[in-house]
């Protein structure tokens, strides 16, 4: 563990700055020949196809078909290498390619048949690569199937892959299963990453879904290279990427029960080939599905903002930086449908009966800045996340999910309080991922800092014995301030025996560290609260090991066999009881 102690206590931009160093001093010392790689693009007619974006996979760097169809990569290096073709009307294709000198008589045919199915690439091993070569259980679902299938948060992916289940309470936050690894805990079963962020907890994922351009579902446990979290699976969100094309949509949708939604997005080449802007927004509001039978109301009303802000710069061939801002708002009238017994819920469903109605307030942010160096035999990358979400009730909110005044809740004290804010970073080296040699490997470290600060409050009225309690009209506050710092280092080898057959081992090795320190105070009605247990903190370690191996042996284009022996973790808790 000391290896994990001396991470947690230096600074991160120091961590960040040596790393930086040791890349750029690592590239002078090694040189390869470089060649060139042109071609023309085609449809069934064998007609040029100006406009088409092109890009090697793991390469930040597009390029665009010129008037006459043809495109030209310079720089690439001896090996396999895998290129992707994207253009609107077209079906997405990728063609591998062995380069050993310079080639100029490529030619690429495309389908324009809305009825083919996309080539499926993934990002499963924190890289591009072909579906087929994953050696894991995945499902993919493409921008073209979640667009057609009205795909607009993340519960709604539930049934698209065999033992998926997402759902949630009211408050936005889906507590996912997979094969029926659950927990309805802020640490979930199974882990979401956005853009390669991971999304830390319950508290500060965000569940809508906008400008995405495909949603990969890894079934099983992905400890060795996704750590914490993923003792089920992990759900990796892809959202769209701006590039020298520009493009834009605006779309409105209205429906019953008063639902509204309006989005807009552009995506624009601030300078050609060199920095590109992507904005996406969108509104939703609803009068909700729900009636409260104490008052004759709707129950559920909420409206919500979602933004997504991409900016990309190609600072040289082999350097580009990428800032990614998401931000989602939520006033929700009717967090926690819920009904005191099962029988009440099923015989009278889509109704409520609470006495205290108040609205819920989220604010999540999640920003991140990725850095991608393509060194001549390995590439780099460093990604830094910060992450946020201020939850609270305007008022006291019903705690019995009754008509009686027996219980509810309150948070409401300011922005120093129930504010969840988590740092991450993840530096990461691995085989030059541009050109496809038989042993791929990657090594990387993460480490991640969360503070949350929880203060809440109880309150027990009028009805308060109904619910056990001696006496009524007071109220219970719990104040509790949580800190916790982990780290971790990982490596993974992947090593090609022949073109069909495919090995995969990997391991990581996490540490964590928990501290935790609480108060609680009472009080009668009008009356000063006292205090009943004076600050008292606690501290708790934790570590995991995680390996990974499998075996994969593609059939034919379309299947692949393989068989593979994963872990994952959660990490433990503490109570209030110590």
């Known amino acids: 563990m000391s290896y994990f102690k001396y991470i947690l206590k230096t600074p991160s931009f120091l961590v960040f700055f040596f790393t930086i160093l040791s890349v750029f001093t690592t590239n002078l010392v090694i040189a390869q020949t470089t060649y060139t790689l042109k071609g023309m693009v085609v449809n069934d007619q064998f007609v040029a196809i100006s406009n088409f974006s092109a890009h090697i996979l793991n390469n930040e760097k597009p390029v665009l078909t010129n008037k006459n169809g043809e495109f030209e990569f310079n720089n690439i290096t001896e090996g396999r290498i895998t290129i992707k073709f994207?253009?609107?009307?077209?079906?997405?294709?990728?063609?591998?390619?062995?380069?050993?000198?310079?080639?100029?008589?490529?030619?690429?045919?495309?389908?324009?048949?809305?009825?083919?199915?996309?080539?499926?690439?993934?990002?499963?091993?924190?890289?591009?690569?072909?579906?087929?070569?994953?050696?894991?259980?995945?499902?993919?679902?493409?921008?073209?199937?979640?667009?057609?299938?009205?795909?607009?948060?993340?519960?709604?992916?539930?049934?698209?892959?065999p033992n998926l289940n997402l759902a949630n309470s009211g408050d936005n936050r889906n507590v996912t299963s997979i094969r029926g690894i659950t927990t309805t805990s802020y640490d979930p079963a199974v882990a979401v990453y956005i853009d390669g962020v991971n999304q830390f907890g319950m508290d500060t994922y965000i569940s809508g879904l906008l400008d995405v351009e495909r949603i990969e579902i890894l079934k099983g446990p992905q400890g060795a290279l996704y750590g914490r979290n993923a003792m089920g699976g992990v759900i990796n969100i892809v959202t769209k990427s701006p590039s020298n094309k520009t493009k834009g949509f605006v779309e409105t949708g209205i429906a019953n029960y008063n639902q509204n939604r309006y989005s807009f997005g552009v995506s624009h080449p601030l300078i050609e080939n060199k920095l590109y802007l992507s904005v996406t927004g969108l509104y939703t509001n609803s009068d909700g599905f729900y009636k409260n039978e104490f008052n004759n109301s709707a129950f559920d009303k909420q409206?919500?903002?979602?933004?997504?802000?991409?900016?990309?710069?190609?600072?040289?061939?082999?350097?580009?930086?990428?800032?990614?801002?998401?931000?989602?708002?939520?006033?929700?009238?009717?967090?926690?449908?819920?009904?005191?017994?099962?029988?009440?819920?099923?015989?009278?469903?889509?109704?409520?009966?609470?006495?205290?109605?108040?609205?819920?307030?989220?604010?999540?942010?999640?920003?991140s800045l990725a850095i991608n160096y393509a060194?001549?035999?390995?590439?780099?990358?460093?990604?830094?996340?910060?992450?946020?979400?201020?939850?609270?009730?305007?008022?006291?909110?019903?705690?019995?999910?009754?008509?009686?005044?027996?219980?509810?809740?309150?948070?409401?004290?300011?922005?120093?309080?129930n504010k969840v804010e988590v740092f991450t970073q993840d530096f990461s080296f691995s085989s030059s991922k541009a050109n496809q040699k038989p042993l791929q490997w990657l090594a990387g470290s993460y480490l991640y800092v969360q503070q949350n600060p929880v203060k809440q409050a109880v309150r027990f009225g009028e009805d308060a014995g109904m619910v056990g309690a001696d006496f009524t009209n007071f109220t219970i506050l719990n104040t509790n301030v949580?800190?916790?710092?982990?780290?971790?280092?990982?490596?993974?080898?992947?090593?090609?025996?022949?073109?069909?057959?495919?090995?995969?081992?990997?391991?990581?090795?996490?540490?964590?560290?928990k501290m935790l320190s609480i108060k609680g105070e009472f009080g009668m009605d009008g009356q000063p609260l006292i205090t009943t247990r004076t600050d008292t903190s606690k501290t708790v370690n934790y570590h995991a090991l995680s390996p990974k191996f499998a075996i994969g042996y593609t059939l034919n284009p379309q299947s692949t066999l393989f068989a593979s022996y994963n872990r994952g973790f959660r990490w433990g808790d503490y109570s209030t009881i110590f």
Do not use: C
């Open 303 to 367: 409206d919500s903002y979602l933004g997504n802000y991409y900016l990309k710069y190609l600072a040289s061939p082999k350097l580009t930086l990428t800032l990614n801002m998401k931000h989602f708002s939520v006033s929700n009238n009717g967090i926690f449908p819920l009904a005191g017994d099962a029988n009440t819920a099923l015989s009278n469903p889509f109704k409520v009966n609470v006495n205290e109605v108040s609205r819920a307030v989220d604010r999540n942010l999640n920003s």
């Open 375 to 417: 060194a001549t035999n390995f590439d780099f990358k460093s990604q830094s996340s910060y992450q946020s979400n201020y939850r609270f009730y305007k008022k006291h909110l019903d705690g019995d999910f009754s008509a009686f005044d027996a219980i509810s809740i309150f948070n409401n004290y300011g922005k120093d309080w």
């Open 86 to 161: 994207i253009a609107e009307g077209y079906e997405t294709t990728t063609k591998t390619i062995l380069v050993k000198k310079d080639l100029s008589n490529l030619t690429i045919q495309l389908n324009k048949s809305p009825l083919a199915l996309e080539e499926g690439l993934v990002v499963s091993t924190k890289k591009e690569e072909n579906l087929q070569n994953a050696n894991s259980s995945i499902t993919v679902l493409s921008a073209k199937q979640i667009s057609e299938n009205r795909i607009l948060n993340l519960k709604d992916i539930s049934g698209w892959s």
């Open 482 to 513: 949580s800190n916790s710092k982990g780290a971790a280092v990982y490596g993974q080898l992947n090593y090609a025996l022949t073109s069909k057959l495919h090995l995969t081992a990997g391991v990581r090795y996490d540490g964590e560290r």
